[in-house]
């Protein structure tokens, strides 16, 4: 860009966050008169979210005249006048709202220790809210067409509990990290039902939530589709071999004929024990994510169901398993390279 034009660009982006901020603040007054104030303080929070971003613009500017740097010469460049479009912001209520990601960011963060990378938090995150995020929410922002909506929102949450002291703000590029605020605050949203992601439900209320409304069984031997009787009905990730569910106290382990192809040895060790090799496919397997959910399933509430693949789609029912132990065994993944592999001990609780 010429450097004579970058002040003028920053410029023109405050304005525009001006007439964003002046609208915002005309909605939320307006839905304070109307007694609105839920719908209000959501409207007041995003103004605030924007006057901070805004300031930070003006940081910006203020440091690149003080870089003094020398205007550069425009090239010569036969290019036909491009008319700027405005893009309109999506009409409210369509999206699901920032302060949605407030709370599973933070007991995303917790589940797996405390701090991880940005594409493993935003997966739990987005399993946490399986049963809420719409169409709107997947579709790619005007912007730019690489990002998709959902995902830039979470980013906005994750700003604000920076803001809030929830999540470090010094924490490596590309890592989210909880602070002990943070922890604390999903312990007392644990504690006392407080909730700050709308309509969602701390887990330990949601596992006792489904659990009373509905009577759930599998059926033994019984071939489920796996992804309209399973995932669509109950949530989990449609691609992995371990799958908790979200809003359900379950996880759902698959297992397949064809498993020992890609280093996975799975099988019965006895009439009621069974082995089941943990998820990972590249490198040493880690006790995180699916692995971590399968030992820790007692404590959290969830109880392990087996399924096995029969034909594409299509799994039989083994039944519901117990955590007995796991062990650290060498092993190969699917491109035959040594590598450690978890190994679990699985018991069959129903036969």
């Known amino acids: 860009?010429?450097?004579?034009?970058?002040?003028?660009?920053?410029?023109?982006?405050?304005?525009?966050?001006?007439?964003?901020?002046?609208?915002?603040?005309?909605?939320?007054?307006?839905?304070?008169?109307?007694?609105?104030?839920?719908?209000?303080?959501?409207?007041?929070?995003?103004?605030?979210?924007?006057?901070?971003?805004q300031a930070k613009m003006k940081t910006l500017c203020d440091e690149w005249l003080k870089m003094a740097v020398p205007p550069t010469p425009k090239p010569h460049i036969n290019k036909k006048p491009v008319k700027r479009t405005v893009t309109k912001i999506l009409r409210k209520g369509l999206r699901t709202p920032n302060e949605a990601f407030l709370m599973p960011i933070l007991q995303s963060l917790v589940q797996i220790g405390g701090s991880g990378q940005v594409t493993e938090v935003l997966e739990l995150v987005e399993e946490r809210l399986s049963n809420q995020l719409n169409k709107y929410d997947y579709q790619s922002i005007?912007?730019?067409?690489?990002?998709?909506?959902?995902?830039?929102?979470a980013n906005w949450a994750r700003w604000r509990l920076v803001q809030?002291?929830?999540?470090?703000?010094?924490?490596?590029?590309?890592?989210?990290?909880?602070?002990?605020?943070?922890?604390?605050?999903?312990?007392?949203?644990?504690?006392?039902?407080?909730?700050?992601?709308?309509?969602?439900?701390?887990?330990?209320?949601?596992?006792?939530?489904?659990?009373?409304?509905y009577s759930i069984s599998?059926?033994?031997?019984?071939?489920?589709?796996?992804?309209?009787?399973?995932?669509?009905?109950?949530?989990?990730?449609?691609?992995?071999?371990?799958?908790?569910?979200?809003?359900?106290?379950?996880?759902?382990?698959?297992?397949?004929?064809?498993?020992?192809?890609?280093g996975y040895q799975d099988?019965?060790?006895?009439?009621?024990?069974?082995?089941?090799?943990?998820?990972?496919?590249?490198?040493?397997?880690?006790?995180?994510?699916?692995?971590?959910?399968?030992r820790d399933h007692q404590e959290d509430g969830r109880a392990l169901h087996l399924f096995k693949k029969v034909d594409t789609g299509h799994y039989e029912y083994i039944g519901q398993f117990e955590y007995i132990k796991h062990e650290i065994k060498p092993g190969i993944n699917g491109e035959d390279e040594q590598r450690d592999a978890i190994h679990f001990v699985l018991r069959r609780i129903n036969s």
């Open 1 to 53: 860009m010429i450097t004579n034009k970058v002040i003028p660009t920053l410029d023109m982006v405050l304005k525009e966050l001006d007439a964003i901020i002046h609208e915002l603040n005309k909605q939320g007054a307006k839905l304070m008169t109307q007694k609105k104030y839920h719908e209000a303080r959501e409207i007041i929070s995003n103004a605030e979210t924007v006057i901070a971003f």
């Open 142 to 153: 005007p912007s730019n067409p690489k990002v998709i909506r959902w995902r830039q929102n």
């Open 164 to 213: 809030d002291g929830f999540l470090a703000s010094d924490s490596p590029r590309g890592v989210w990290e909880i602070t002990d605020a943070g922890r604390q605050r999903v312990a007392e949203a644990s504690m006392h039902h407080q909730i700050l992601a709308e309509r969602q439900i701390p887990y330990d209320d949601q596992v006792q939530l489904k659990a009373t409304k």
């Open 218 to 262: 599998f059926k033994l031997g019984k071939i489920y589709h796996r992804h309209h009787d399973l995932h669509d009905r109950y949530g989990g990730n449609r691609q992995s071999g371990i799958a908790p569910c979200a809003q359900y106290p379950f996880v759902f382990l698959f297992t397949s004929p064809r498993g020992d192809e890609f």
């Open 267 to 294: 099988g019965w060790i006895s009439e009621d024990l069974y082995r089941y090799t943990g998820e990972g496919q590249m490198g040493d397997m880690e006790m995180t994510r699916g692995n971590r959910a399968i």
